[in-house]
């Protein structure tokens, strides 16, 4: 006896099995059999054909926009919710395909629930009258059959739907030849809506799930040989075949004269229409009946798990549901589905959930279309499918079935938008890791050309001054502070970049310098930070740091300041110095930070600027003081302004210049004039602000006396919790300062 292969590949499908089969018998359904009489009842043969056509329009549009996707991409595991994913994105598409998955899934018990009904209804008088647990035991019977079939072979399934199929074409001729053998007249065309008084769309409405289900094939996606050949060709190749054969159905019924136009429009003839027109009746009708809603609950069986195996592969779900069989079948996601579906079962009111399930399933060929529209619209360059469908078709289809929905229950279309929107917000709010491009990143790369184009024929006055910031670091873990403090600034108005500088020298750092960036996205993410991240390849830190802050940005949103964390090496205070010098020149505000410990936790925060008056440093302290207190946590903080003057004579006017600057400024703040007494002046710095929570002091120009300005910035940094050196070189007067005192700066 030789060796199992425990490793063999699971077996392939072609468009014929794999596609085209499952679809057909999914639209050739139940519908089908127990509506087409009552909807040319109701509305005659014209508005009937006109209804066929209008539904198989949406299901072709869609079918038309899965195919284009399909084309474009190497569609794998998943289907539906495969192509929405890598299409709008991960969280749009698990918004989509969770509910996906649980339509499929109460489906299951719908087909089963229907096919049991089916059975029982032959059930004779005569035997006496069947308890009333009898069709929910029967049911949960037919559910755990499909699902023990389908979760032992995808094969042995798809190859059960051919006799189905030849049982529901042998129903359909046997309807042809007995219309045909027997008396024929004109066909009705005048609507009577005898049964159906809510009218024309009322009729619409149950009809157009007889449509629906095209989609079964490409829920087997990940078991085709060739999905970019088969979707397309057996999923059109399903809507269209369905569309003929139900135009030969109304045609049919509405020439017959074995019944009355009211024989036609009773709602509960149902299958009997059937079985009185063709030939062998019921002898054929039935089994065919059994045999379509049975293929369609293997479809669904089959789809759903996929779905399911797909959301957990993709991290949305735990990830046990993806693991396969040794045949290659997901079988813990398939028999968790056959346990919800048995569940259902004890509902009750399946025909109201039913409508529900109707209108979030529809919510799959709004998704649908959306895709093929965006992909088109953005224009990317990747996208290069075989199958072009313009835009505004795919929109077309989009909006019809959104309409299509409402029509069916407007409740159910509002609770389907609902529920969707808040997966969605879900799904943003884990932060899932995505592992490929999709069609939302072109969006923004869309809408951010359009908005640079905008801002570059704009001149950026100082009313629309806000902080575009870069900030250099070699670590964002061991400088966290100093990165909360720089976001703080840009929150909610301005823009950070953080900037890790490598030499050209350095070959391992160059070679990883893409996974430097993402680790930095992590590290922000963890802290609930947001910054743009980048990592720069320079010759030297120095001339790396001048070239790249003087030419940071684009457009209108050209980097306008520059910051930096007190160094901690005597050579590189020196060189920092050195290089915020010549950045001076650039025109570029320069922020010089040092935290010795972290921001305060408590609710009253204190702010302290040190104004001196000198090169607008001041207007600027006020500004980033003003921003930091639009966060939440520093909204209650309050600003103190400290200034030094020589006497009382130059205090009373100097008390009167910063009261009216801060009035026009129209930013509250506390106002302290201190007259110097022959002591130092970082003394009286430190002495007035040992117990504020962040210190503002400006930065004066120049190189001279390094070591002096290197000593006094160590004195300070050494006392405050946290200080911050400013040089404004670049803000135009956001905040009028009209007095220019004769101090300089502290440093």
Known sequence: MGKVNVNRKPHKFGTFLGVYTPSILTILGLIMYLRFGWVVGNVGFTKTVIIVLMASSITFITGLSASAIATNIKVGVGGEYFMISRSLGLEPGGAIGIPLYLCRTLSVTFYCY????????????SRGILPSYALQVLTI???????ALSGKSAKLVLKSQIPIMIIVGASILALIIGVLSQDIHAPITEASYQTAPEGFWYVFAVFFPAVTGFTAGIGLSGDLKNPQKSIPKGTLGAVV?????????????????????EQLADPEAGVTIWTRLAIFGPWIVYPAVWGAVLSSAFGSILGGPRILQALSMDGIVPKFLSKLSKSGQPTIATWISGIIAIAAVFLGGLNTIA????????TLYVAVNVSAATEQLIKEPSYRPKIHVHWMISLLGAIAAMVVMWLINPLAFLFALGLEALIFIYLISKKLEQQWGD??????????RYALLRLNTKKIHSRNWRPIVILFIRDIKEHIQLVKFTEMLGQNSGLLTISKLVTINDTSEVERRNEFAFEMQKDLAKQGLQALTEVNVVEDFKRGMLEIAASHGVAGIKTNTVVFGWSSSKDGKAQELQIINALSLTGKNILMAHFNKPFS???????????RGKDNNADLMLLLSYLIKLNSKWKKAEINIFSIVDSEEEKHRMDQYIQFSTREARIDAEIHILINNNKDVVDLLIENSSRADLVFSGLARGNAN??????IIERITSKLKAVIFVQNNGMENEIPIIFNASKGDVI
């Open 439 to 448: 069609a939302s990143t072109g969006i923004w790369m869309h809408l951010s």
């Open 141 to 147: 019977g037919f559910i755990v059959l499909v699902t």
């Open 706 to 711: 390094l070591d002096k300005r290197i000593e």
């Open 355 to 362: 409508q529900y399930v109707s209108v979030l399933f529809l």
């Open 241 to 261: 075949s369905g569309a003929i054969i139900y135009l030969i159905i109304p045609l049919l019924l509405a020439i017959t004269g074995a019944l009355t136009i």
């Open 601 to 611: 936790v408590r609710i009253k925060k204190r702010i302290d600027i040190w104004w």
């Open 114 to 125: 229907g096919l049991s009904e089916a059975i029982l209804v032959l059930w004779p008088e």
